[in-house]
């Protein structure tokens, strides 16, 4: 017998090598293997490896119709990049009927390697209404019965009360509802609260201030969780301190915001049940455990769970509620009635048409001011609040509106302007209103009142979910046509599809006919969205790689609490959350126009614009817009205050009583205090931004031998301590002193190469790599390939504001190649560039920050490493000026 040839190139490795396989990936093979090939296949060899055999050889022939009598494997073949599993049988006789020989044959496919379900569609009542009307008589017994005698029809209406009625008996625990924006999902809840048993006590929970606030317009019994947070804990009678939020004696119905249920409960030894729970708009809410402003989501979760877990009934609303709701309850312990989905499509559909690059930038605003000078009220949403400010401002250059007809909405925005939000029917009636995604959700504008709807969106703000919501604040427009504007960076169709009949009336360009791009190129279409269960198993890789595993609360046999791991409900909602944040970046158009679709809206597609972009352009910016940006002039122009005054402000916005300027002053606190900066000037601003850097963040995570990460942590926020880790184990095997060491050239390939292949990073590539980019498409790092790897280790660099080399020897001499090729490059090791350009801040400019760092800290100095201290002792220092100056030093050390 010919033995196997073993796997040499990089790919091959990593498909077979046994330390890439988990336990997952085992079982999903065997899983396919029974069930589209041999149903008695089983494991064979070590445990971790992907060998396989079966038992019945006479009544299960292989995959290529050859029937193997003796011991012949199946060896299986896992491609992660394409989600595909293969089976490839290691015979290597040839049948004598056929003619054919397995080893030669293409290898079979299975199926996918992950693979998601969608369990809250078994069973699900689907309805179509307008409204959803509550009443329990609608679906009494006696007319249950005569439906099933054929007597009466059924309706949508019977449906959903007779759902409805199930849970007020008691027969689960939590009802789910799935139903358009605009279809009474509040005047359900609102009946429903009036019904006997009448709910005594009440916890609604949002996700968001503006709807909590919106909330509380609607239900003005209840408590806001704003006012409760300036209350102090009281004694009982038991003894016991018990907060506002828990003493359902003198605030039985309350509203809270998701992050602060954990701050309202801290006091409290005991959390009694309530009557009722409600989850308003609990998809978002469960997106946001893993937003980056969430502190204590590991205790907030468990609070929510144990809250759950206790309340006699339970509510979750929304109008994309799906698995993420349904597996985060289920999983919780939580008896679940069938969803109830209402698919009740708009009467007017709205249409919408994409527009791209400078020329429809122009396209998009000189639209908004055409429908201004005819008379016509516009609203706009815009992802990127920088864009809000530029947008206003233009507006007034031109003269079609004064300052007090434009309403613009941002998080920076006065609390008497989000004071409006609990009337929007009245705040809102101005010629242009212009919001940010701080008014995602919650408030409802059902006046008829604005004309044309614009969208302005661009990368790295909410999720296509979050801006279908946000494009429903206006329920009723006069004109169905929508102006989007997407920014670079979000992928577009790129072909042709069918012509329009002709331009719309009062198109500013005055083309005669328009196309559109509908279809997605090749290699787009090509690449495939992150699925959750592919989430679930990377975020179960990370909790297993680092170490305190935190567990999480869970109800067990006959109602008693006990702990689970936490790779249950909330390991999975982080799992859909991680899918959801991936493929906003990488499949944005397609995922955002799906929901369009879903909702029985119109999707024209991308329109290309002939003219060029002078030709339709505003009035120019000033010399400073360009270079500084609205958030710099904002830090720029904002006064220094101190850690008191920080907070005092910070409690006011919080109320929505801060005056203008205050957000801003807290703003340019909290950057000083980030970059240990006693004073601010524009030229540090120019450099660095005005967000705080994630880079810097990273490196002193590896440098600095005393951080201190965060203990209480889950999902992605929990891979910081593995991420320092795989960096310092990279920096370390090029042979550099630290991340910062530009003064020293690595070996070449040929020596670094086994060097590396040894590190947890290359080792398990595909999975240490998305915590470095979020996603990557190349699962593989070829590390024969020069290139591959400096892609690989910039990676790592690019995050801590560094970037990496291949330094350049020259090329060949004519004595060493052929004389008709090309001499080829020769390369020395990889070295780390002193200066960068763009985007990465580059080796001297962190040395600079370090310093900042240093400067406030000298125990941080102590700590480092000896030539990473001397290189920042000796570096000149650029920015003394800025931490010389005698202001507020209390407030930023």
Known sequence: ?????????????????????????????????????????????????????????????????????????????????????????????????????????????????????????????EIDMRYLERDPLAAGPMDLQLIRMGSKGMTDKILLNSVVNRWQAGEFQALLVRSPMGTGKSELVKRIKAEEPVPQKILLITYRQTQAADAHGKHPEFAHYADLKALPSQLNEQGDFVAPLADQVRFPKVIVQFDSLNHLLVDSRVVDSFDLVILDESESILAHLSADTFSNRHRTVNFLIELLDQAKRIIALDGHLAQRTFDFLTMSGIPCGPVVVNNHLPERPLEFTILEKDEGKAYWQRSIWSALEEGKNCIVYSMSAEEVFKLRDATEATGLLQASEILVITKVSPGDIKMGLNNVNLSWKRRLVILSPTVEAAVDFSARWFHRCFIYICPQSTTPRGLDQMKSRVRNLEEPEVLCYVQAGIILPSKTGLDALGACDGDPVGSTQAVYLTAMGPKQAASRRLGVEESYQFMRWIHKNVEARQETRQRGEGGQSIFAPIEDAVMRVLAHNEAESSNKTSHFYEVFTELLKSEGHIVKGV????????????????????????????????????????????????????????????????????????????????????????????????????????????????????????????????????????????????????????????????????????????????????????????????????HVKHVRLGRQTKADCKATKKRERLYGGWQIEPECSGRIVGAKLMVQLLKLQVEASSLMLRDLDSSLRRLIENAPFQYRHLVEAPCMLEAVV
């Open 607 to 802: 329109r290309q614009l002939d003219l060029a972009p002078k030709s339709l352009a505003g009035p120019e910016e000033d010399e400073e817009g360009p270079s500084r940006s609205y958030l710099k002039r904002r830090l720029l122009g904002a006064p220094d205050i101190s850690l008191e005054e920080a907070k005092r402000l910070q409690l006011l916005i919080n109320k929505k009583q801060d005056r203008e300027g205050d957000f801003a002053k807290v703003e340019r606190f909290n950057y000083r205090r980030f970059y240990k900066l006693r004073q601010l000037d524009g030229p540090f601003l120019d450099i660095f931004g005005g967000q705080h850097l994630d880079s810097l963040t990273l490196l002193l995570q590896v440098v600095d031998p005393a951080y201190q990460f965060p203990e209480d942590e889950i999902g992605r926020a929990k891979s910081a301590p593995l991420m320092a880790k795989l960096a310092r184990e990279v920096v370390c095997v090029l042979g550099l002193d630290h991340p910062l060491d530009y003064a020293h050239e690595s070996e070449k390939l040929e020596v670094l190469r086994p060097k590396l292949a040894a590190t947890e990073y290359f080792r398990d590539y595909g999975r240490c790599v998305r915590l470095f980019t979020g996603r990557t498409v190349q699962q593989i790092a070829d590390l024969d390939d020069p290139k591959a790897v400096s892609h690989a280790l910039n990676h790592i660099f690019n995050r801590m504001g560094v």
């Open 1 to 125: 017998m010919r033995q196997q040839r073993r796997p040499t190139k990089p790919a091959e490795m990593a498909v077979l090598s046994a330390s890439n396989l988990d336990a997952y990936t085992v079982q999903r093979c065997l899983e396919l293997l029974q069930a589209r090939l041999h149903p008695t296949a089983y494991k064979r060899g070590a445990s971790r490896e992907l060998n396989y055999s079966w038992t019945d050889r006479e009544g299960e022939p292989c995959y290529t119709g050859n029937t193997h009598s003796g011991g012949r494997d199946l060896l299986c073949i896992v491609n992660e990049t394409q989600n595909a599993v293969f089976a490839k049988c290691s015979s290597e006789r040839v049948d004598s009927t056929t003619g054919v020989c397995c080893m030669e044959q293409p290898a079979h496919y299975l199926g996918r390697l992950y693979e998601d379900v969608e369990t809250w569609k078994a069973g699900a009542i």
